[in-house]
């Protein structure tokens, strides 16, 4: 395939990703099914107008949240005393400490969101990323441009990249607990596994938006400007979602409803957060969940952030530069993201009765499989294909219990709390794997064992242990559901009218 894309007009070479793309997402938005629930037209369609614009400033979020990784390579070809000014364990420390910092936010931002519901979050979490990825393309731009405090900056690049980048991720928390805030009263149980689907595609994008446009932009337009244009992009959609927004369907002028989560029936005063987060903590299946996606942390992050600097600076020995996967890094992933959320979503609701566990279990051992199967062929041609396959498996993961089961097992009086401790989980699981790999993997400062692809052995070997817990863990939940407080009809309608609900 490699040589077959090579062959092509330099004009398809750049057409062709997108295309691919608009295939898988109009490919799987028509096999989509639809949930039976008797929504109205009126409802269907403000509920669109709520997630769509949601989901566009997540997926922006993460734009300037990876464009720190788009710029490592750029930052990597400027030298210092002789030293690349950005190295593999310099990446990592930065990577670290604003990962850390994003897993450790949940204390204060799930209760806080909880409070103040999911639309103050998002703005507070989109405002604040944009300040701070406007400061890093200024640090940026100065250095680039010369100034009068390039020098210093460059010195200090890895502690104020540290600094800023963590402030940022701070920020960045409120992204997911903040849109499960918000769409937990929008979706009743049953319809949360293919909304997640959906969902995914928009989350997906953002790692298209991400890599392929973040290194179409650097290279257009200059390195400050990957930071620079996920700035302005969150200007916009914060705007957005200020006017059009709502919290609750009763703030859109439509019924609340009974979700059947596990708020059902929950009519009493709100808990405070200590008491919230100790309810939690003693729920075994929100443990075991967080658990789980500490492993998908760690699993997705070793593929998401490494496969490209091992291609790039073994690129001498195995040449992945040039190969399709590594050109279209961006959009293969977000194809993966999009196929595994919605593999995972039909397989939920059609399959395993709106069930999360069973599919967690399933993906984890295609990871443990594809983990297993990288430590022998990572220096191979099959390397690129073979992560984007893992990838569809552990974004799968992610995306079911992240996005949808920390809404069933939260209720929407708790969302915030629940998916806190579980998103705070996958981001202690990322930062765990960036110590891991800052040690393992080889310093490129020293180019000739960077570029020896058996230097990287380390990569594939750590993914096997984090892999096999992911999967035990997962069969740990197999049979868990929610439980509404008290009994409730099975099916409740906000709407009358309409047979079919979609989204």
Not at 199 to 211: D, E, Q
Request: charged letters at 15%; glycine letters at 10%; a neutral charge.
């Amino acid at each position: 395939m490699n040589a077959l894309y090579q062959s092509l007009p330099p004009w398809l070479q750049e057409f062709l990703p997108i295309l691919i793309l608009l295939v898988v997402i109009a490919l799987v938005i028509l096999r989509l099914p639809k949930v039976e629930l008797g929504h109205t037209k009126a409802f269907r369609r403000r509920r669109v107008m709520n997630w769509l614009p949601l989901g566009l400033t997540y997926a922006f979020l993460y734009m300037g949240r990876y464009n720190v990784k788009v710029s490592q390579h750029a930052f990597g070809d400027m030298e210092l005393l002789g030293a690349p000014l950005m190295t593999n364990q310099d990446f990592a420390t930065i990577f670290f400490w604003g990962t850390l910092v994003y897993g450790c936010s949940f204390v204060i931002n799930g209760p806080l969101t909880d409070r103040i519901g999911g639309k103050k979050a998002i703005l507070i979490g989109a405002g604040g990323s944009l300040v701070m990825n406007a400061a890093m393309g200024f640090i940026t731009h100065s250095i680039v441009a010369d100034g009068p405090a390039a020098s210093g900056y460059a010195a200090d690049l890895t502690v104020i990249f540290s600094v800023l980048y963590a402030l940022n991720m701070y920020f960045q928390s409120f992204g997911a607990v903040a849109i499960v805030k918000v769409n937990a009263p929008w979706f009743h149980v049953r319809e949360r596994g293919v909304f997640g689907a959906i969902f995914g595609v928009l989350i997906s994008l953002g790692i298209y938006f991400a890599f392929d446009w973040g290194y179409k932009i650097m290279g257009a337009f200059g390195l400050e400007h990957v930071f620079f244009a996920p700035a302005a992009l969150l200007t916009v959609f914060w705007v957005i979602v200020a006017f059009v927004v709502k919290d609750t369907p009763g703030e859109a002028g439509h019924d609340d409803f009974d979700t059947a989560d596990a708020s059902s029936g929950d009519d009493g005063p709100r808990l405070g957060a200590v008491a919230v987060f100790k309810l939690m903590l003693r729920n075994p299946i929100i443990l075991t969940i967080a658990f789980i996606e500490f492993c998908s942390g760690f699993l997705r992050q070793a593929i998401m952030q490494w496969f490209r600097t091992f291609a790039k600076q073994t690129d001498g020995a195995l040449g992945l530069e040039g190969t399709f996967v590594y050109a279209n890094w961006g959009m293969l992933l977000c194809c993966a993201g999009i196929l595994g959320g919605v593999i995972a979503g039909i397989i939920s609701d059609r399959i395993f009765d709106s069930r999360r566990g069973p599919v967690a279990a399933i993906l984890y051992g295609a990871m443990l499989l594809g983990a297993v199967v990288l430590i022998f062929a990572y220096a191979s041609p099959i390397v690129g294909w073979l992560v984007i396959f893992m990838s569809m498996a552990v974004i799968g993961v992610h995306g079911m219990l992240s996005g949808t089961a920390s809404m069933d097992f939260g209720g929407k009086k708790n969302v915030g709390v629940a998916v806190g401790i579980i998103d705070g989980f996958v981001y202690m699981g990322t930062a765990v794997m960036a110590v891991t790999y800052g040690i393992l993997l080889p310093d490129d400062t020293q180019a000739e064992l960077a570029a020896d692809p058996a230097n990287w052995i380390s990569w594939p070997i750590a993914m096997v242990p984090v892999a096999l817990i992911g999967l035990v863990l997962a069969t740990r939940v197999w049979n868990a559901k929610p439980q509404p407080k008290k009994p409730k009809p099975a099916v409740v309608t906000p709407g009358e009218g309409d047979e079919q609900a979609t989204f």
